[in-house]
Every structure is written in structure tokens, then in C-alpha cells.
């Protein structure tokens, strides 16, 4: 497969280059949401060894689930009942989070998983959930199916990269990964919206200036530090 990408792009024009460069903007736009969710998900894990050592694998089975679901998009998309499962998986993982997880402190929620083994088939199942929106925006812009593939493989790149920037911010930040699971429920609702009224789409630009409040919220206080209250 890797072949038939590297001689496809060879060959390539101008044309094709400038709608890779629009899927991977896409990509990057959509990623925020989707990797704040999965660094929630690693930070369970304490060990920030255990916690890379989750988003690498977790991320290599949500890579190979994202080009199963481009391969199989134009199947997929015909059965309203994908986006149901997605949306509800989502939600899930939002009211798991703010209602049933075990938090000891209730100013730093958690989603509780302590094993990395539980951590890796959840990073990859919650990238498949966001891809349902993600891969059915990028066959709005191409059909073609090895663009899309080289928009995704670039996607999963920019991800792996945004998770690990966002474990070191969710330590920082006091509001940012309540914010973040407000933004994943946001997304969960946006796509159980599309199967109730499939001919009313929200537009991209509503929902990226939506995430773009939650994140300003999320990044407006940072955590004090003990050494700060003793200068107080």
C-alpha cells in the first residue's frame, strides 16, 4: 500500500497537492477535540512512561481502524446506525467522565483506568468514533481514496503530537480537560444531530469557533502552585 501512495503522488499535479494541503488543515482543525480526549484518557495511566507507551500503540490500532473506515466510507455512510454507535460512545465517555468515574478529588476528575491494557483499545475506539465525522468531511472535499489515506496517515502524525503537548497542559491548566470532554460531548451531539436531521448539517466554521470558546475557557486559569500559595 505504501507503494501504490509514494507512486501516486509521483505522479501527481498541482491540484492534488493543493487538496492534500485542505485535508490535513482539516485534520489539524478537527484534531484539537480528539486529542485532548485521548490525553485525558492516557493521563489516567500516573507513569508518564505507561502514558506514551498507550498513545503510540493506542494510536497505531486507531491508524489501522481510520484506513478500514476510509476503505470502507462509502458503505459506512449509507448506514445511519455507525454515527448512532459513535455519537452514543462519545457521550458515554463524557457522562463516564464527569458523573461515575472514581474521583477522590473532585477538582481533578479522572477517567480511572489504572492499566495500560485498558488505556490502548480506548484511545484507539475513541479516534474511530471522532473519524466518523472527520473521514465523511474529507470525501465532502475528494473521492479519492488514497489522498484521503495520506490526509489520515498525516492526521494520525499531527495527533500523536497534540495528545503528548495536551498531558503536559491537562497538568497545567485547571479547566482544560473538563473543558476538552465538554468539547468531546459537543462533537457526540453534533454527530447524533446528523442521524435525527441528516439534511441539517452545523456548519465547520460554527463548530470550530464552538471548540475554539470551550479551549479559551480551558487555558484561562492555571493550576497554583504550592510555592505560589506560600508567597501569598
Given at each position: 500500500m505504501l507503494q501504490n501512495i509514494v507512486d501516486y503522488f509521483t505522479d501527481a499535479g498541482v491540484e492534488v497537492y493543493l487538496i492534500l494541503?485542505?485535508?490535513v488543515v482539516l485534520e489539524a482543525v478537527l484534531s484539537a477535540d480528539n486529542a485532548i480526549a485521548?490525553?485525558?484518557?492516557?493521563?489516567?495511566?500516573?507513569?508518564?512512561?505507561?502514558?506514551r507507551q498507550a498513545l503510540n500503540i493506542g494510536l497505531i490500532g486507531a491508524y489501522i481502524l481510520r484506513i478500514a473506515l476510509i476503505f470502507a466510507a462509502t458503505w459506512v455512510i449509507k448506514y445511519w446506525q455507525f454515527e448512532?454507535?459513535?455519537?452514543l460512545y462519545l457521550l458515554w465517555l463524557v457522562v463516564n467522565y464527569f458523573f461515575f468515574a472514581d474521583?477522590?478529588?473532585?477538582?481533578?476528575?479522572?477517567?480511572?483506568?489504572?492499566?495500560?491494557?485498558?488505556?490502548?483499545?480506548?484511545?484507539?475506539?475513541?479516534?474511530?468514533?471522532f473519524s466518523l465525522d472527520s473521514v465523511t468531511s474529507a470525501i465532502a472535499i475528494t473521492e479519492d481514496t488514497w489522498l484521503i489515506i495520506a490526509g489520515g496517515t498525516i492526521g494520525?502524525?499531527?495527533?500523536?503530537?497534540?495528545?503528548?503537548?495536551?498531558?503536559?497542559?491537562?497538568?497545567?491548566?485547571?479547566?482544560?480537560?473538563?473543558?476538552?470532554?465538554?468539547?468531546?460531548?459537543?462533537?457526540?451531539?453534533?454527530l447524533l444531530l446528523?442521524?435525527?436531521?441528516?439534511?441539517?448539517?452545523?456548519?465547520?466554521?460554527?463548530?470550530?469557533?464552538?471548540?475554539a470558546g470551550f479551549f479559551s475557557w480551558g487555558f484561562s486559569q492555571k493550576e497554583v502552585e504550592s510555592s505560589d500559595v506560600g508567597k501569598e
Open positions: 494541503l485542505v485535508l485521548l490525553a485525558a484518557i492516557a493521563k489516567s495511566l500516573e507513569d508518564p512512561k505507561s502514558q448512532l454507535l459513535g455519537a474521583n477522590e478529588d473532585e477538582e481533578h476528575r479522572s477517567l480511572g483506568f489504572k492499566s495500560v491494557w485498558q488505556v490502548i483499545p480506548t484511545i484507539a475506539i475513541t479516534d474511530l468514533a494520525i502524525v499531527i495527533l500523536r503530537f497534540l495528545a503528548g503537548l495536551f498531558i503536559r497542559w491537562l497538568q497545567e491548566y485547571t479547566y482544560l480537560e473538563d473543558a476538552g470532554f465538554i468539547t468531546v460531548g459537543f462533537v457526540g451531539l453534533r446528523k442521524v435525527w436531521l441528516p439534511d441539517y448539517l452545523i456548519p465547520e466554521w460554527v463548530t470550530v469557533a464552538v471548540v
